[in-house]
């Protein structure tokens, strides 16, 4: 079985930052991609940024320039440092990773249990 454990969320003022932190462990044989997403309020979940194994990187439009995901290979954690924060960026954040267990090579992918974020003055 693989876990992913976020971190980070909580309530900050329009134009502030913060950083989340997403951690895999279990049978982890390989990571492929990590990825964060995001829902809000009545909406459907959508991609914010993704980083594959090799270290490159996409982001959604509405986040490209404030936003930026990280990785460490070491510690099998992804972070995602977002900056200039808008209320429009209010909702819960979910790590996803697509990971080969040592037990199933096939890769599937694993989703953490969210963690809020909310920019409010």
């Known amino acids: 079985q693989v876990q992913l454990v976020e971190s980070g969320g909580g309530l900050v003022q329009p134009g502030g930052s913060l950083r989340l932190s997403c951690a895999a462990s279990?049978?982890?044989?390989?990571?492929?991609?990590m990825a964060w997403h995001r829902q809000a309020l009545g909406k459907e979940r959508e991609l914010v940024a993704v980083?594959?194994?090799?270290?490159?990187?996409n982001y959604a439009d509405s986040v490209k320039g404030r936003f930026t995901i990280s990785r460490d290979y070491a510690k099998n954690t992804v972070y995602l440092q977002m900056n200039s924060l808008n209320p429009e960026d209010t909702a819960v954040y979910y790590c996803?990773?697509?990971?080969?267990?040592?037990?199933?090579?096939?890769?599937?992918?694993?989703w953490g249990q969210g963690t809020q974020v909310t920019v409010s003055s």
């Open positions: 980083i594959t194994s090799g270290g490159s990187t």
């Open positions: 279990g049978s982890i044989f390989r990571i492929n991609s």
């Open positions: 996803n990773a697509v990971v080969q267990s040592t037990t199933d090579w096939r890769p599937r992918g694993y």
